[in-house]
């Protein structure tokens, strides 16, 4: 199975940018679908960025012109760049795979929780005012 590690998580001030890395073994990422989630404490676990079955990148609608999604096949590597960042961005961040199998995603499915089977162990991004 896939395994991801992520990193470039940090603190830093509103306004900052960072850029997380998550860095994929044991398989191609291009045989998976990606994607970020984000966790705060005492909230549920929330869809941040993904892919859809055409490529095109997804985000949730408090992110969307803020994060960029991005991958690097070669380097097996998924990144999320994060700019003007809010303290409400203070959080866990997670990456995520499924294995495609031939199966279409929504961009929906590709912000669900439940529609991805490996995970990491995330990094953490705190943001003050």
Request: charged content about 15%; aromatic content about 12%; hydrophobic content about 30%.
């Amino acid at each position: 199975q896939v395994q991801l590690v992520e990193s470039g998580g940090g603190s830093v001030q509103a306004g900052g940018s960072l850029r997380l890395s998550c860095a994929a073994s044991g398989y191609p990422i291009s045989n998976y679908y990606m994607g970020w989630f984000r966790q705060a404490p005492g909230k549920e676990r929330e869809g941040v960025a993904g892919f859809d079955s055409d490529g095109w990148s997804v985000y949730t609608a408090s992110v969307q012109g803020r994060f960029t999604i991005s991958k690097d096949n070669a380097k097996n590597t998924l990144y999320l760049q994060l700019n003007s960042l809010k303290p409400e961005d203070t959080a866990m961040y997670y990456c995520a795979a499924d294995l495609r199998g031939g199966r279409s995603r929504s961009g929906i499915q590709a912000l669900s929780v439940r529609t991805y089977r490996y995970w990491g162990q995330g990094t953490q991004v705190t943001v003050s005012s």
